[in-house]
């Protein structure tokens, strides 16, 4: 069965980094690329990245570029999220999602999701 | 980036009803489009993509169609488990974007 289950989020102050991982499991993960989706509280769904499976290729939505960087650990079968320069607008619950099939696919598998609270 | 615009934003609707919302996407997307439930305080659901492939283990009374920059999705026969929102998402570039949801509920 695949499970993707996130940690690290919480309370941060504006300008603050924040770190969140994904543990995967019930699937080669080294097979496939990997993203982050937000939602913002009562709101719509948000991609923020995707990393290649093999960690050579990132791509940004133009609102984390600089300040959020996606990585990933193969032998841990752990994606990560760095985020840096944390701002009240980044305020979300963050999820990672597996997709179908490698580039330009849909997200069949999302894990329960991590809130992030950027609040003075 | 390329711009999704969902209709309605909220849907009211009878058991047994069939139920349509719609997606038109910015520019074309040849088909690169997925539909997703979402329930509240629950992850997004992944129910169609290509326009009209239905995911594994989705009922049929979903279906989605469309081509270029119009889409849709059809519920047949609404059960009360349908009651969620809906998503649509374009994955044919990056940024990938999602339309901003359709609410649906019971009358």
């Known amino acids: 069965e695949v499970q993707l289950v996130e940690s690290g989020g919480g309370l941060v102050q504006p300008g603050r980094s924040m770190k969140l991982s994904c543990a995967a499991s019930?699937?080669?993960?080294?097979?496939?690329?990997m993203a982050w989706v937000c939602q913002a509280p009562k709101k719509g769904l948000e991609w923020v990245a995707t990393?290649?499976?093999?960690?050579?290729?990132?791509y940004y939505r133009d609102s984390v570029k600089g300040r959020f960087t996606i990585s990933r650990d193969n032998a841990k079968s752990t994606l990560y999220l760095q985020m840096d320069s944390l701002r009240s607008e980044d305020t979300a619950t963050y999820y990672c999602?597996?997709?179908?099939?490698?580039?330009?696919?849909?997200?069949?598998?999302w894990g329960q999701g991590v809130m992030v609270t950027v609040s003075s | 980036d390329i711009r999704m615009t969902q209709s309605p934003a909220s849907l009211s609707a009878s058991l047994g009803e069939t139920v349509n919302i719609e997606c038109l996407a910015s520019e074309d997307i040849y088909s690169d489009l997925a539909w997703y439930q979402q329930k509240p305080g629950k992850s997004p659901q992944l129910l169609i993509y290509?326009?009209?492939s239905l995911q594994n283990g989705v009922p049929s009374r979903f279906s989605g169609s469309g081509s270029g920059t119009q889409y849709s999705l059809k519920i047949n026969s609404l059960q009360s488990e349908d009651v969620a929102t809906y998503f649509c998402q374009q994955y044919n570039n990056y940024p990938y974007t999602f339309g901003a949801g359709t609410k649906l509920e019971l009358k």
């Open positions: 290509n326009a009209n």
């Open positions: 999602a597996r997709p179908l099939y490698n580039y330009g696919s849909p997200f069949d598998y």
């Open positions: 990393i290649s499976y093999d960690g050579s290729s990132t």
């Open positions: 019930g699937f080669t993960f080294n097979n496939y690329d």
